[in-house]
């Protein structure tokens, strides 16, 4: 697992060249400026349409619609205009945080506070030399196929239906997110502030 | 979590209800008979047919339709006929596993074996009093919506498509279970047999 300087150079290079969801950067600063923790990816939650060459091709994945706020029917209907080869889904997924504590007490507290926020998926997810890689993860997923090889197979009705649905689920996930910032913020006010926060934050950001 | 005693008289209780599935019982004895860890609950992996009356509402969900193996698009049709009301999903399930280590070291060692094996969604899902229980599972999930209150949105050819698809990903997801056994094995040689795994067997299954 990266070193928190590291990760904080990382984040702050990411900002800066806009490659971070905006609508969690306040989160991210609250969690990255806590004593003994750290995030090393996060994602705000997102809706949209990506090929996958095939089945289970992850890398190899192309999104040609990936929105952090909810789609319409129209975007989505415009975006298949432009599919290939493979199969395509409609994606829906709930906001997801790493985030590395320096000790598996502070890891307790992390995960407890990811259950308590309503993210069900809060899982310890690797244990390296003393450290935690905590996944704050919700249950809101949506993988609708729609098609393959550039032929749709679901009509104008179902797109809109399944795109409303995914929709729905992107909302109900993100609306657990001002919870989520307020509980670090608690838990903030007990593990205190980390100055290297700040010592890499004014470097790079300013 | 439930002691190994507790949790063997269930499994074994279970098993003598036919409650347990079939194609992973081989498996389930392996692991429940290693010293210093058990299972608490399991799935061989699924595809079905699932009718939620409200997003999200889990506990009053109903199968239409489930099996542990690939199904016909002929069943799927067919049990659409009993939708009621809410939404109907397709649903395609990886085999997922709860173990219960006994100590850190050893559910360090069961994570491996998760992840080694192909389950890539392997984690410590819970930490209590020095035990730790480790979740194994895939990334082969499949929800496909296929209508609301009784009314049906989707086409046969659409139907059939997404069937096949998730009976793909369910074999996909299920080959990785010899090697997961294998792995087992190997830890048994390790760890050696727990007298309590046959003591309560001999009562209860015989």
Not at 95 to 104: D, G, K, M, S
Not at 130 to 157: A, C, F, H, Q, R
Request: include cysteine; charge should be positive; hydrophobic fraction near 40%.
């Amino acid at each position: 697992m990266k070193a928190k300087r590291e990760a904080l150079i990382s984040l702050f290079t990411a900002m800066r060249e806009q490659k971070v969801d905006e609508d969690i950067i306040e989160l991210l600063m609250i969690i990255n400026s806590i004593r003994g923790i750290y995030t090393t990816s996060s994602c705000s939650g997102r809706i949209g349409i990506l090929e996958e060459p095939y089945l289970g091709a992850k890398p190899l994945s192309r999104w040609l619609l990936k929105k952090h706020f909810p789609i319409t029917f129209e975007e989505a209907k415009q975006s298949l205009k432009f599919a290939k080869e493979g199969f395509l889904f409609l994606k829906s997924q709930p906001p997801i945080l790493h985030i590395v504590a320096e000790n598996f007490e502070i890891a307790k507290r992390i995960h407890e506070i990811g259950l308590f926020s309503g993210f069900k998926y809060t899982t310890f997810k690797a244990v390296n030399s003393g450290k935690v890689l905590v996944e704050i993860n919700g249950t809101e997923y949506l993988t609708t196929p729609l098609g393959k090889d550039g032929k749709i197979l679901v009509s104008d009705e179902y797109l809109k239906f399944t795109v409303n649905l995914g929709n729905t689920m992107l909302n109900r996930a993100k609306s657990k997110l001002p919870r989520l910032k307020e509980n670090f913020r608690e838990l903030k006010d007990k593990l205190g502030e980390d100055e290297l926060f700040w010592e890499v934050k004014n470097k790079i950001w300013k």
